[in-house]
């Protein structure tokens, strides 16, 4: 471990500040559970870590009102188990519930979890070395040394979205469900504040895969915002994985949809486990919309989900099992009750 500074501020406008004085390679800390993890494995090495647990405030969960607002530093487990996210947007409740085992989730904020980095395995294994002494190529975590993945073993990565440079797989559950709901977040920074979709949160590899997301260094979540609507409650998050617990999406669909009896008024759906980002499958929404739903619509609108995918050598049949993810989703959330 390499030694690091180390600040606790009360206030998220102390909190900005404190990132102004500690200067470059200053980074925010919230629960800890994927920054801690990659300082161990050398991957992350900040210089001055600013705490933000004691902001007071920053965890409150509000349902009133046309809104669910969520304090960035709300446990993931107590949005999980909240009564109106569970009733009303099963969607949010599903994603957060299989994203994490339940200490994780206990020590998870809603916040940081939008900020996870990738579980290529090139990437996490490749900086200290391995048993053999090799370092791994990998352009996300040095810039410009090329990428062990594509031509080497790329099961779990990405057939969306990904570059020449990277096929790395956005890992997150949440941000998913987020995207497919149209949430936003509020941000604070030096600057000032601002609210920014959470789609626009992540930028896709291109050429420079270790620029990740479009947050200035400065800025912070203070709050994850989602506009009520009455497809929440004919939502799901159906994620599938090697194993039924503690593991990352091979494919995951978070779907909400707005019906008038069997018919689709409006869809909405996004993609995880399969693209470089949170994918939102704009296609298959409009294949979807005016149309029974029906078991052959759904895996219409699968196909659709997956339209432009490429396939690397390895993880070839992520393409029909995320169509076929995508299918089971809105048949789940078709059969909810809205009353
Ligand atoms: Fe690194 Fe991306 Fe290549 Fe993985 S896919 S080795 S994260 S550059």
Request: proline content about 5%; some cysteine.
């Amino acid at each position: 471990m390499r030694s690091f500074g180390y600040t606790r501020p009360d206030s998220a406008q102390a909190a900005v500040a404190a990132f102004a004085a500690a200067g470059e390679g200053a980074r925010y800390i919230a629960g800890g559970t994927t920054l801690y993890d990659l300082m161990k494995l050398d991957i992350e090495r900040p210089a001055h870590l600013i705490d933000v647990t004691a902001i007071r405030g920053l965890d409150a969960i509000e349902t009133g009102g046309d809104r669910l607002r969520f304090g960035a530093l709300a446990p993931m487990s107590e949005v999980a188990t909240n009564r109106t996210v569970l009733r009303d947007y099963p969607v949010l409740a599903e994603s957060l519930a299989k994203a994490a085992s339940q200490q994780l989730r206990n020590m998870a904020t809603v916040g940081g979890n939008l900020f996870q980095r990738t579980r290529c395995l090139y990437f996490r294994n490749g900086a200290g070395g391995t048993s053999a002494g090799t370092t791994y190529p990998c352009n996300k975590r040095e810039p410009g040394s090329g990428c062990a993945a594509i031509g080497g073993l790329d099961r779990g990565q990405a057939v969306l979205g990904q570059s020449a440079s990277c096929t790395a797989v956005s890992p997150g559950d949440w941000p998913i469900a987020l995207v497919a709901l149209d949430a936003y977040v509020e941000i604070l920074g030096a600057a000032g504040t601002r609210s920014l979709p959470v789609a626009e949160l992540y930028r896709l590899p291109g050429n420079t895969p270790h620029l990740e997301f479009t947050l200035a260094p400065d800025e912070i979540v203070t709050a994850i915002v989602v506009p009520k609507t009455r497809a929440g409650r004919r939502s799901a998050y159906h994620k599938i994985r090697d194993r039924e617990s503690y593991a990352f999406a091979l494919a995951s669909a978070a779907v909400a949809l707005d019906m008038d009896n069997d018919t689709v008024r409006q869809a909405r759906i996004a993609l995880g486990g399969v693209a470089t980002r949170p994918w939102r499958a704009t296609a298959a929404e409009a294949a979807l919309a005016g149309q029974r739903l029906t078991p052959d619509t759904a895996a219409a609108a699968g196909r659709a989900a997956l339209t432009g995918a490429v396939p690397g050598r390895h993880n070839g049949f992520k393409i029909d099992l995320a169509q076929r993810t995508v299918a089971d989703a809105l048949l789940i959330a078709a059969k909810r009750t809205t009353a």
